[in-house]
């Protein structure tokens, strides 16, 4: 759905502070009148913030100025748009004014700023209800129309009145006026807007895209805007279609048809200006690179052309800030740096980056010869390559793609699969495949070599070329390698074959893989004597045996060759034993799968907590998004739900960057699971449709049932057994193969809670079935009590219940345990009598563990019937894991409130009201305000 079909003020991105600041002054300025200012550089959402608190404003009238940078010299140009607006209202009706009136004149030129103040003080008094009045771009407000306001302003300040101007970052009269109201009131505020966060960016990219960005892509657009939220709109929204076309949205870069929207703006910053302030202006674009003044003169005297850098910097084309005593000047925007240079003529832009070229040095010299370029020059492909392998064995993996991508741009036919080739070798180095993904069809015409064959057998793994990637290994493998260069290359192959024979499902063909890839990465050379420095780094045969260990664990597990397994196992310890790097990551990883499938989790954790500790130096590993969300789903598991919820927003924030794209769809389900259990059904929902558009040949092995266990546990939690036991059968439906099976557990408990014993009795004996249970989501004693209970045998139940709250082992899982808890309660407080203590006891203790873990839904209910077993205290309250403003607004409800008055209230629009009604009933598993009500009678309420 679009804006314009929402109900409700559009979203702001990274604002959400300023508005409710915003809110919150106008909210006591009803009483005591108010001031705000927001100040900010052009672009940065001034105008759509007040815009978004304007509409918000239920009950106010409000009065929007926008002030014009060409009629600040003109006498009252402002207070005439305000008198439009005055003039509309009055001839509009009662509603807004008490009555129609006589027209206000406008002020002529030659009126007196007090006799205007005059007119309009008694225009606004006039006005029914608190007056919320808006000037826009105040820093263009003509000096006679900000002396009027002053007058209008400084007498309405205590009053139900609130002044808020929007500001560039300078001083001006209406900078002042507010200056002089917030020494009179204390109910003001100053809000300086800041550019967009990389996460602010991408928030933005997934509403207007309708699809989620990686951090990478977003850093690019955030570091190309400067985080202005205007140029990234724009330049988002003329990119949809080729966004659309990516391969994958880490791959997407900015194309040059993206600039074409801003020549308007560029020429609107540069009317009425000299020429030297628009050649000043284009030779800084073109430059780029922040330079010392005095060098950007000097290419200016080379070319002969007269600039006037500091005219460019007072349009907003230019920034200039002095460090070490120097100014240095840059483009103000990226964005609009490609805009002017796209205006100029290539003979021109040539000519600069030339001269630019012989003045400059280093890799800034580099760059402009590349730029300058309009022929293949062999000399140049060598020294960017070159420079691509330096910067690689710095580390720098951006500049060296860079470098090697322009060496592929410019090569000639000659030189193009070479320079193809060190682009491939400097991708898989990084893992950042997904920046060459759309050079496949180059890299299948090139001449096939062991360099080429291995660049391209990683691209059709990464692209889900099974077969055709299993057929270049395999042929791989036969070739033989006669040189260091060549064993280097077969040593590499021999652990990546066995990634597409997992990804295929054909685990036994791991093992049958097994002995000759330990003779290849045996037979690896040392890195000296590889003759080719590109292919050196490749010379890593620890790394290569333990990524191939790694695999060969998993595919012993899944082949069932326990023979196998336990002494991979032992050697794959060994092996990793103070070797840290990305291999071990990964090594960890897969067996990590293996631990979980098997049920112990424990080991599982202890791999993940090594693994998720070196990801944080060594980010580029196969798996390392996988180390990210496989650790978060064993500490929701194991009951560690706040560090579950960051590092799984960490990984959904992070999956796009990662090698493996598999891991996306899964961050995003386990992100799911993670709010699924506190009841968050919005939060679940959007990340579960998000997940849905990964393209299905990408998806990676892990438990692939996580979706239908988030919506089973959701469902659950918020006490809906129909949608839980659906869930279920979507889950029994896909047949995942890596399946932990955990949707049978839900099974049991809904058919249960349905009153479907013999339904409920059958799923159970399938739950029950030997090496088919895993305890993660129920203890199989507590699940035969929820088959006995529904089956009428109530005391047999509860004592299933209650031997599986008091086992031991139950405690590696806390969310299950007390749910066995809470059901051992629930059947002895139905006992009454003599079991209201033991009732007590046990629901306490489920109520302590829903709280710490801030499962909201089985907190309430669990608070509920302890209020019909015993006396309200305040540690079990109900409300704990509510925001304070969902307190709020739960608080009026059980005063019986409407949402109107509630809006009013707190000072929100019914908008708002509605949203958070709909939160606060979802999060504590009521179905109505009747039973909000109920539970506020028994429970004391705190705002």
């Not at 007196?112 to 003080?121: A, K, N, Y």
């Not at 493998?477 to 990804?503: G, N, Y």
């Amino acid at each position: 759905m679009t804006d314009e079909n929402r109900a409700g003020p559009r979203p702001l991105f990274g604002r959400d502070r300023a508005r409710e600041t915003i809110l919150l002054v106008a909210h006591r300025a009803r009483d005591e009148g108010g001031a705000v200012l927001v100040t900010g550089e052009a672009g940065l959402g001034k105008t759509a913030l007040l815009a978004d608190v304007a509409e918000r404003l239920d009950g106010w009238t409000v009065l929007r100025v926008h002030a014009d940078s060409f009629e600040s010299d003109l006498a009252y140009a402002t207070v005439e748009t305000l008198v439009r607006g005055l003039n509309a209202l009055r001839t509009g009706g009662a509603s807004a004014t008490g009555g129609r009136g006589a027209a206000i004149r406008p002020p002529a030129p030659g009126d007196d700023p007090l006799t205007v103040g005059r007119l309009l003080l008694d225009a606004i008094d006039a006005i029914d209800g608190p007056v919320c009045l808006v000037v826009d771009d105040a820093q263009w407000v003509d000096e006679p129309s900000a002396r009027a306001l002053r007058f209008v302003v400084r007498r309405l300040s205590h009053q139900g009145f609130l002044f808020t101007a929007a500001s560039r970052p300078q001083q001006s009269s209406l900078v002042t006026l507010f200056d002089d109201v917030a020494d009179v009131t204390a109910n003001h505020a100053r809000v300086d807007l800041t550019p967009l966060t990389v996460g602010d960016t991408q928030e933005l990219a997934q509403h207007l895209l309708g699809h989620p960005v990686s951090r990478r892509t977003a850093t690019r657009l955030t570091e190309a805007t400067q985080g202005s939220p205007l140029l990234l709109s724009v330049l988002l929204g003329h990119l949809r279609d080729t966004f659309s076309q990516a391969l994958h949205p880490a791959g997407w870069d900015l194309p040059a048809t993206a600039i074409t929207p801003l020549s308007t703006a560029i020429a609107a910053s540069l009317e009425g200006a000299d020429p030297s302030v628009r050649t000043a202006a284009e030779l800084v674009a073109v430059l780029r690179d922040p330079l010392p003044l005095p060098v950007v003169g000097t290419i200016a005297a080379r070319l002969g052309v007269e600039v006037d850098v500091p005219g460019a910097v007072a349009r907003g084309l230019v920034l200039a800030e002095t460090r070490d005593g120097v100014v240095r000047v840059e483009p103000a925007h990226a964005i609009l740096a490609d805009a002017l240079a796209a205006e100029l003529t290539l003979e021109r832009r040539v000519a600069i980056h030339r001269v630019a070229a012989d003045v400059l040095s280093g890799h800034r010299a580099l760059r402009h010869r590349v730029e300058a370029a309009d022929r293949a020059d062999p000399t140049l492909i060598d020294e960017l390559l070159a420079a691509a392998l330096s910067a690689s064995d710095l580390g720098q993996a951006e500049q060296a793609l860079s470098y090697a991508r322009s060496a592929v741009d410019l090569a000639s036919d000659g030189e193009a699969e070479r320079a193809l080739l060190e682009l491939g070798l400097i991708a898989m180095r990084f893992r950042m495949h997904e920046r060459i993904l759309e050079l496949r069809p180059a890299y299948e015409a090139a001449t096939p070599s062991p360099t080429r064959d291995a660049v391209l057998l990683e691209i059709r793994t990464l692209s889900r070329d099974l077969p055709g990637a299993l057929t270049l290994a395999l042929a791989f493998e036969e070739r033989p390698a006669t040189t260091p260069d060549e064993r280097a290359l077969r040593s590499h192959v021999a652990e990546a074959l066995p990634k597409v024979l997992m990804a295929m499902g054909d685990f036994p063909a791991v093992l049958d893989h097994l002995e000759a890839a330990r003779r290849h990465i045996a037979e690896s050379p040392d890195p000296a004597e590889v003759s080719d420095p590109a292919l050196r780094w490749l010379a890593a045969p620890q790394d290569d045996l333990t990524r191939l260990l790694g695999w060969a664990v998993i595919s012993a597990a899944h082949a069932r060759r326990p023979e196998l397994f336990v002494p991979l196992v032992a050697e794959l310890d060994a092996l990793i034993v103070g070797h840290e790097s990305p291999a071990a990551i990964d090594a960890l990883v897969a067996r990590c799968r293996v631990f979980i499938m098997s049920g112990d989790l424990a080991r599982a954790r202890a791999d993940l907590a090594q693994a998720n500790d070196l990801v944080r130096r060594y980010p580029g590993s196969w798996t390392a998004g996988f180390a990210r969300t496989i650790y978060a789903h064993i500490l929701y598991l194991t009951g560690e739900w706040e560090e579950s919820v960051t590092l799984a927003d960490t990984a959904v924030a992070l999956a796009l960057d990662e090698t493996d794209l598999s891991c996306w769809p899964i961050a995003l389900w386990t992100s799911a699971l993670v709010r699924a259990g506190r009841g968050e059904a919005e939060a679940v929902e959007e990340r579960l449709r998000a997940a849905a558009q990964a393209d299905p040949r990408i998806t990676g092995s892990y438990d692939g049932d996580l979706p239908y266990l988030a919506r089973a546990e959701l469902a659950r939690a918020l006490g809906r057994p129909e949608d839980q036991l659906a869930a279920t059968e979507q889950a029994e439906a896909a047949g995942n193969r890596g399946s932990t099976l955990g949707w049978l557990t839900y099974r049991v408990d809904a058919l249960a809670a349905l009153g479907r014993a013999a339904d409920a009795r059958t799923a159970y004996q399938a739950a029950a079935a030997p090496g088919l249970w895993r305890p993660y989501y129920g203890s199989l004693r507590w699940l035969e009590g929820r088959v006995l209970e529904a089956e009428g045998r109530t005391a047999d139940a509860r004592t299933a219940y209650e031997e599986a709250a008091a086992d031991p082992a139950g405690a590696l899982f806390p969310l299950p345990q007390a749910i066995a808890a809470f059901d051992a309660g629930r059947l002895a407080a139905a006992a009454r009598g003599t079991q209201a203590a033991r009732a007590r006891a046990l629901l306490e203790s489920a109520a302590a563990t829903f709280r710490r873990l801030g499962a909201s839904g089985y907190l309430a209910r669990t608070v509920r019937l302890l209020d019909e077993t015993t006396a309200v205290t305040t540690s079990t309250d109900p409300l704990a894991t509510l925001t304070t403003r969902e307190r709020q607004v739960a608080h009026a409800l059980a005063t019986g409130m409407t949402n109107k008055e509630i809006a009013e209230h707190l000072y929100v629009s019914v908008t708002t009201v509605n949203f958070h009604v709909r939160n606060i009933l979802a999060k504590l598993g009521l179905r109505s305000r009747r039973e909000l009500r109920a539970l506020s009678r028994r429970r004391p309420v705190k705002s």
